[in-house]
């Protein structure tokens, strides 16, 4: 890694650069790939239930391989009473009925490697279900018992220890604490819990813990995974005699509470259960993985989960966050590269996940959008949907011409937005019931994908309604229609996808084109490629060079418009257009 100023080529026309990284030629398939995320219930229902089922996943796998993705990330699938849509894992060795069985699981695997796309599974190792047969165990026993050592037990506070033990607060809102009868039946200690009240945390004070995902590691790994995405991997391991916290639930820095101060997220213990996760996992060959999401600031932080003996990725929230706001993007992507570099990691990029508001909503508004974590209510100012799936097309172009990996959240492709219309009655998302519908959740960025416009239920299931209901514009931006229009969202994300492997700007450079890092328009070089957005209300006169790809299919000539961007050829080879 290098940061320096270098004159270029003058016949690149891309004014004076600024290097801050060098092309990366070190071995592993995850330095540079594009990752698609499966929502398993909301993806494809196969056996008409109205969930989305592994079966599903294994019948549309093709559509993935066809788009370009090299590897397939699918959120929990496991045995679970389904209180937070599976990341409430009652047996993490088997899979839900609600989804299918170990047997679809193999099927799906062999799928898969048939098709060239490997898997990934999330693994949830902070927490489990109040179902799980170790938390059932540890209700039946007392205090001080080995069952209770599995999780995090303590006496309360005040009278008769009626009040919790600290003043934690939930992910999902309220106390972190609930308190449980003991076997005599009379109130007894509290355990923590993150997240819902349904979600124990487990204690990785105890041996006991780590011997158990050991174990559920190498099961998943006998079964041809490429590897987990580590759930909250931040928050496993709490600071010694649990003590107070007047910050953000999550751990996200505010004035007087500093992220890296926070108990309950970052302590130095986790990397040693990281260290010894990553000599299972080399066990089974160089090319399985550990991605982290560990939602950490400031970025340099980040570079602790990645080092060469622990993480091979981690989740870059920095830049999710950053918008369409050109200094913050400028400063997310080059404190990124300088802090991974500096320990030989790639940097990931994500715009959308299933805990955020689709960018093609966020991207709607020109104003306030809506806060993280929450979705958007008929009652809330709207998007501007045409506006933002026009700008979320210009920042997936932009992204997915970084040097590292990418990752997708299906739909995406689709230019998919949030769903508002959904009924109280039908919401799912704990956070709504939680915080008495004072924030609606993630409900929104769930719904499932439209596959065939003129099929029942767009082509999800035929049988029993979806679990949350499609928007109305949802027929309209289903993927058999876009698979026939070359001007469409999924038409872009292929060209998008097969420019950047045969560019293979994954493994690439990066520098900054001064000349077009304005307050309305940002530019940087990866090799010979010139990616240029323009946020500007007037249009952009571009250098000379041969038009590679514009994000909007109906964009011509030498002027990027509004909310546009471009990759452009650049070199003595290059053509002007």
């Known amino acids: 890694m290098s940061v320096e ?3 270029p080529d003058t016949s690149l026309n891309a004014g004076p650069l600024t ?11 995850w330095r540079s790939a594009v990752i698609y995320q499966v929502y398993p219930r909301s993806f494809r229902d196969l056996n008409g239930d109205g969930v989305g089922d592994l079966a599903g996943i294994t019948e549309e796998l093709p559509h993935l391989a066809d788009l370009g ?22 047996d993490y060795c088997d899979v839900d009925p609600i989804f299918g069985t170990l047997g679809d699981f193999d099927v799906m695997m062999a799928e898969s490697h048939r098709l060239g796309l490997r898997v990934i599974v999330d693994l949830v190792p902070n927490h489990c279900s109040d179902q799980h047969a170790a938390f059932q165990a540890a209700l039946g026993a007392p205090a001080g018992s080995p069952e209770r050592d599995m999780f995090i037990f303590r006496d309360g506070t005040g009278p008769e220890g009626s009040e919790p033990p600290n003043n934690w607060q939930s992910h999902f809102g309220g106390p972190a604490w609930t308190r449980v009868a003991g076997p005599d039946g009379q109130p007894d200690q509290w355990y923590l819990h993150l997240f819902d009240s349904s979600q124990p945390d487990f204690n990785w004070d105890n041996p006991a813990v780590h011997a158990e995902f050991e174990r559920v590691l190498r099961f998943w790994l006998d079964r041809g995974v490429s590897g987990f995405r580590v759930d909250v991997a931040h928050a496993l391991v709490k600071a010694p005699g649990l003590p107070a916290w007047g910050g953000r639930a999550d ?31 080399d066990q089974y060959g160089p090319d399985r993985i550990l991605c982290a999401e560990a939602n950490v600031d400031p970025l340099p932080r980040l570079a602790n989960w990645v080092r060469p003996d622990q993480m091979h990725q981690a989740f870059n929230f920095p830049y999710l966050h950053a918008g369409l706001d050109v200094y913050r993007l400028r400063g997310v992507i080059t404190d990124s590269l300088e802090a991974l570099d500096a320990v030989g990691a790639p940097s990931t990029w994500v715009l959308s996940n299933h805990d955020v508001v689709r960018h093609a909503s966020r991207f709607g508004y020109n104003g306030q959008g809506p806060r993280d974590g929450d979705g958007i209510g008929p009652a809330d100012p709207q998007p501007d949907i045409a506006l933002g799936r026009r700008r979320a097309a210009a920042a997936s172009l ?15 492709e689709l230019g998919l937005p949030d769903g508002v219309d959904i009924p109280e009655h039908l919401r799912q998302d704990p956070t709504f019931a939680r915080t008495g519908g004072e924030r609606l959740g993630r409900d929104g960025c769930r719904i499932p994908l439209p596959w065939r416009a003129a099929e029942t239920h767009l082509g999800f299931g035929s049988g029993s309604d979806p679990w949350l209901p499609f928007p109305s514009s949802f027929a309209a931006l289903a993927r058999d229609l876009q698979a026939a229009s070359p001007s469409s969202h999924l038409a872009l994300y292929r060209d998008i996808l097969r420019l950047r492997r045969g560019l293979n700007l994954g493994r690439g450079s990066l ?50 418009a509004s909310g546009e961007t471009a990759w452009l050829q650049l070199g003595p080879d290059a053509a002007a257009d």
Do not use: K
Not at 511 to 525: I, K, N, P
Not at 527 to 550: F, Q, S, Y
């Open 5 to 7: 100023t270098v004159t």
């Open 251 to 281: 751990g996200g820095s505010s004035e007087g509470f500093p992220g890296h101060e926070a108990p309950m997220f970052g302590q130095p213990a986790l990397h040693d259960i990281y260290r010894n996760w990553r000599r299972i996992l």
């Open 511 to 560: 520098s900054w084109a001064e000349d077009w890092c304005t307050g309305s328009s940002l530019g940087y070089v990866n090799g010979t490629t010139l990616v240029l957005m323009n946020l500007n209300h007037d249009p952009l006169e571009m250098p000379a060079g041969h038009v590679l790809l514009r994000s909007d299919p109906s964009g011509a000539g030498r002027f990027l």
């Open 69 to 90: 993705v090299d590897a397939v990330w699918l959120s929990p699938f496991y045995r679970s009473p389904q209180r937070d849509a599976g990341y409430d894992v009652s």
């Open 19 to 29: 290097l801050i990284h060098e092309a990366d030629n070190a071995p592993g398939w």
């Open 398 to 412: 932009f992204m997915l011409g970084l040097p590292g990996a990418a990752y997708l959240y299906q739909g995406e």
